[in-house]
Structure formats: C-alpha cells, structure tokens
C-alpha cells in the first residue's frame, strides 16, 4: 500500500528527517510515536503528500504503487483528493458551513454530483452517530462531534489511506477511546489503512504495529498485533 524509501527533509541547515524507510501494509493500522521534534508529523505530512522530501535526495515513496513524487503538483493534489483521507488534531470544520456541507466539500472538489454527494455523507454522519447533528455548524457541535464529522469528511471520498495527526489530542479520555474504537472498526468494516501520529499511548499501542521515532528516524518497531497479508 505505502512503501516509502530514504525520506529525508531539511529545513535550511536543519535535518529533521534522516532517510526513513517505511512499509505499510494495506488494512493496517500503523502509530508513530516520539517525542517532540522527533519527526513525526513532517514525515506524516510527507507521506500523505501535503509536503516533499528535501530536493536532490533519492527519496522514494509509492502510494497503491504510484510513484506520486513523480506527479505534476495538479496531479499530486487530484491523487490526495480521491485517495486519501486526513484527520486533524483540531477537526479544520469550516465554521461557516454544517456538518453535511463540511463532509460533503471534498467530494464536491473531486466533481461529484451533489445529489447523491448528500446521500452518501448523510450515511456517514448516521454510521458515525451524529446524524442528529446534519445540519448544525461546528461550534454548535462538541468536540467529539466535531471529530466524527471530520472522520465523516476524511470518509467521503472512499480513500484508500486515513492519515491522522494527533486525532484526540483535544478531546476528553472518554471520548479519545470512543474515537481510537472507532479507527478499528471503520479497518475491519470499511478496509482502510490508517497512519496515526500520536502522543497516546494507549492508542499507539492499539495499532497492528507502533514505530518510535528519534531524532528524524524510526529507531524501532513494534509489532502489537499478528500481521496478515
């Protein structure tokens, strides 16, 4: 599904990734853990294609076998569109719009027809539980709910691969484990691979596998779960 190779990022004099190497399957659920400036995050960025390696380094990364560092920078952002979801620490709802407009706005940038655009994120936000919700703005929405329906949005267009940077760094203990539950059943029913930045360990160590990351490299991995082709 992902399998990235030699990423490297400097920032002017500064190496913040060192040439990581990275596997991932399709179906898994993958953390990435470390303290902070550790990396985490660039290389989340990175590999879900909202930033590049460094220029003149042989860097790698093919996504569901395309070489998307090979793309056109219109191409690169039709692939993220169609192919892959994000989750933010903090939801990134805009607060002019309701929760169905908000989880519709991707769909509607890939070309989609609207009628049925609608359908498909009012059947996101009942499978989410907050269909009661459709037509609320975001700051008349809790912050769990604020999160499910941008796990709604990220949904919308049936990407392959979910990349979520801090999910429930905002949210209560309670409603953080509501949301890690819901990463593993969205996986089991719905068969997307997810890629998680997190300072939650108990979330990290829910994942098929953890990687650590010290200083621009993953130091090491653990396997938490029995992996399956």
Do not use: W
């Not at 090979?70 to 607060?95: M, T, V």
């Not at 769990?144 to 990349?163: H, T």
């Not at 997810?194 to 979330?203: A, G, S």
């Amino acid at each position: 599904m992902i399998r990235a190779t030699n990423i490297r990022k400097n920032y002017d004099h500064l190496e913040v990734l060192k040439g990581v190497d990275l596997h991932i399957k399709e179906g898994e659920i993958i953390s990435i853990v470390g303290a902070s400036g550790a990396g985490k995050t660039t290389l989340l960025q990175i590999l879900g294609t909202l930033d590049k390696p460094s220029e003149s380094t042989n860097s790698s990364l093919l996504i569901n076998n395309i070489d998307v560092l090979k793309l056109k920078d219109e191409e690169i952002s039709k692939f993220r569109n169609l192919n892959l979801g994000f989750i933010f620490q903090f939801h990134q709802l805009l607060p002019e719009f309701t929760a169905l407009e908000n989880v519709c706005i991707p769909a509607f940038i890939a070309g989609k027809e609207k009628t049925e655009t609608e359908k498909e994120a009012q059947r996101l936000l009942d499978y989410l539980d907050v269909a009661h919700r459709i037509n609320h703005y975001p700051s008349e929405l809790s912050g769990g709910e604020q999160q499910r329906v941008a796990v709604a949005r990220a949904l919308i267009n049936k990407p392959k691969v979910i990349f979520a940077d801090e999910p429930s760094g905002n949210l209560d203990t309670k409603t953080a484990e509501t949301l890690h539950n819901l990463f593993f059943k969205l996986r089991d029913e719905l068969g997307q691979t997810f890629v998680i930045v997190t300072h939650n360990e108990e979330l990290a160590d829910m994942a098929d596998r953890k990687l650590i990351m010290k200083d621009g490299l993953i130091t090491s991995i653990k396997e938490v779960k029995i992996e399956t082709e």
